[in-house]
């Protein structure tokens, strides 16, 4: 991982989870670990109404490399315009704000990366995000290979630390996917919410990831383990042993979500409070 701010920004924390049983062949508890913050981005360090800070994010622009909707069949443009993407001042503190908008017959909104900046190998990862609302919306919290320039996907991997379906507020989903494990045979998990919904309030997304296994949480629970053991099980590779970047978009339409808008009330607006990573002292 390369960052100006790693040197300045070192704590340790604890964290001990009871998880939920999926598996005969997996752990039913979670071990005490010791985490290291060695990069964080809270979004109050630049002037509300800026672009996000360029020593942390790049941008993906358009419609794709293949002009395709980012293989997903996507409806929106990504740009760098303050209208889809800027920093924003709520009650004095610093957000991250993107933002789908219907322009015309169009929709644009923005996606941002840590690509070549901050790439980590196993760790834990986080943000903490409220969501969108509405038909055809599909903010993602995410992470690709870092090789994936000289090894396509899905061989790069990916890490999908939070996906959501805009009509359904109480859920969100994580996924991987990998060599044969891609698409609709990807490895996923559903996460419920009991009489409350994502949209209405900030949730904290999280993974832990090491050399055996990936761990997705919601709000400190931990609601699915992908292991090496079960990913090699079901014909996939172990591609989770290298450095990943993180990924931040807002989405219109596409394979995960369906093709209609009907009922959405543009524009609708992903905030991110802060996002961080953190690796294991041992």
């Given at each position: 991982?390369?960052?100006?701010?790693?040197?300045?920004?070192?704590?340790?924390?604890?964290?001990?989870?009871?998880?939920?049983?999926?598996?005969?062949?997996?752990?039913?508890?979670?071990?005490?670990?010791?985490?290291?913050?060695?990069?964080?981005?809270?979004?109050?360090?630049?002037?509300?109404?800026?672009?996000?800070?360029?020593?942390?994010?790049?941008?993906?622009i358009g419609k794709g490399p293949?002009?395709?909707?980012?293989?997903?069949?996507?409806?929106?443009?990504?740009?760098?315009?303050?209208?889809?993407?800027?920093?924003?001042?709520?009650?004095?503190?610093?957000?991250?704000?993107?933002?789908?908008?219907?322009?015309?017959?169009?929709?644009?909104?923005?996606?941002?990366?840590?690509?070549?900046?901050?790439?980590?190998?196993?760790?834990?990862?986080?943000?903490?995000?409220?969501?969108?609302?509405?038909?055809?919306?599909?903010?993602?919290?995410?992470?690709?290979?870092?090789?994936?320039?000289?090894?396509?996907?899905?061989?790069?991997?990916?890490?999908?630390?939070?996906?959501?379906k805009g009509q359904e507020p109480?859920?969100?989903?994580?996924?991987?996917?990998?060599?044969?494990?891609?698409?609709?045979?990807?490895?996923?998990?559903?996460?419920?919410?009991?009489?409350?919904?994502?949209?209405?309030?900030?949730?904290?997304?999280?993974?832990?990831w090491d050399e055996n296994a990936?761990?997705?949480?919601?709000?400190?629970?931990?609601?699915?383990?992908?292991?090496?053991?079960?990913?090699?099980?079901?014909?996939?590779?172990?591609?989770?042993?290298?450095?990943?970047?993180?990924?931040?978009?807002?989405?219109?339409?596409?394979?995960?979500?369906?093709?209609?808008?009907?009922?959405?009330?543009?524009?609708?607006?992903?905030?991110?409070?802060?996002?961080?990573?953190?690796?294991?002292?041992?």
């Amino acid at each position: 991982m390369t960052s100006n701010k790693i040197n300045s920004m070192k704590y340790v924390f604890f964290l001990g989870i009871i998880a939920v049983t999926w598996s005969c062949n997996d752990s039913t508890e979670i071990k005490k670990k010791t985490w290291e913050l060695v990069w964080q981005d809270d979004f109050n360090t630049i002037l509300a109404d800026s672009l996000p800070n360029s020593a942390n994010w790049k941008f993906d622009i358009g419609k794709g490399p293949n002009n395709d909707g980012w293989g997903n069949a996507e409806w929106q443009t990504y740009t760098n315009n303050t209208n889809n993407i800027k920093l924003d001042k709520i009650d004095g503190e610093g957000f991250l704000k993107i933002s789908a908008r219907q322009e015309g017959s169009n929709y644009t909104s923005a996606r941002i990366k840590t690509m070549g900046l901050i790439e980590q190998k196993y760790g834990r990862f986080e943000a903490r995000i409220k969501l969108p609302y509405g038909p055809g919306i599909w903010p993602a919290f995410w992470m690709l290979g870092a090789n994936i320039e000289t090894t396509a996907w899905p061989a790069c991997g990916e890490i999908d630390i939070m996906e959501y379906k805009g009509q359904e507020p109480d859920k969100i989903h994580g996924t991987l996917h990998g060599p044969v494990l891609y698409g609709g045979n990807a490895i996923t998990q559903t996460y419920s919410l009991t009489n409350a919904r994502f949209d209405t309030d900030f949730h904290l997304f999280a993974v832990e990831w090491d050399e055996n296994a990936i761990d997705f949480f919601a709000d400190q629970v931990l609601y699915k383990r992908i292991s090496k053991q079960e990913v090699v099980s079901k014909g996939g590779n172990w591609v989770y042993d290298q450095p990943f970047f993180l990924i931040f978009n807002l989405a219109v339409c596409g394979n995960f979500v369906g093709t209609t808008v009907a009922g959405t009330v543009f524009p609708q607006t992903m905030l991110v409070d802060y996002v961080k990573v953190y690796r294991e002292l041992k």
